[in-house]
């Protein structure tokens, strides 16, 4: 990974977006990379027609990947329809970055916050 793509990740994890959770929440998830230990949990606000993420709120605990990559994530989401977001994969996420790629060993880190919010809609 490019230093430049490094210093994004880590100042996106050093100021969080959207870092608390949702008080009223239409759906709440806790999400986990079981090969390392991050954690995830996720509540979200829907719009009146259920079609569209109007809120998000989260807290994790992790490496700077998987924190950064919820951060941008929790941004992107606001005004996204849920049967956009639950086609979503890798190639929609690192463009947020600038990124083409991530190391195989980080990628689970990366997708965490994805999959726990597919896995929520699903």
């Known amino acids: 990974m490019d230093n430049i793509y490094q210093e ?3 100042a996106e994890a050093k100021q969080p977006q959207n870092s608390d959770l949702l008080t009223t929440a239409d759906l709440k998830y806790h999400g986990t990379n079981a090969s390392c230990g991050d954690e995830v949990m996720i509540s979200l606000k829907f719009s009146a027609d259920g079609k569209t ?14 924190q950064a990559s919820m951060s941008v994530l929790s941004e992107k989401l606001i005004g996204a329809r849920l049967t956009e977001i639950k086609k979503w994969q890798k190639a929609n ?3 947020f970055f600038g990124m083409n790629e991530i190391s195989s060993g980080r990628e689970k880190c990366f997708m965490m ?8 809609l699903s």
């Open 8 to 10: 994004a990740l880590i």
């Open 53 to 66: 993420v109007e809120r998000v709120g989260w807290e994790g605990h992790g490496c700077v990947v998987s």
């Open 93 to 95: 996420l690192l463009p």
């Open 113 to 120: 916050g994805l999959e726990a919010i597919q896995k929520a």
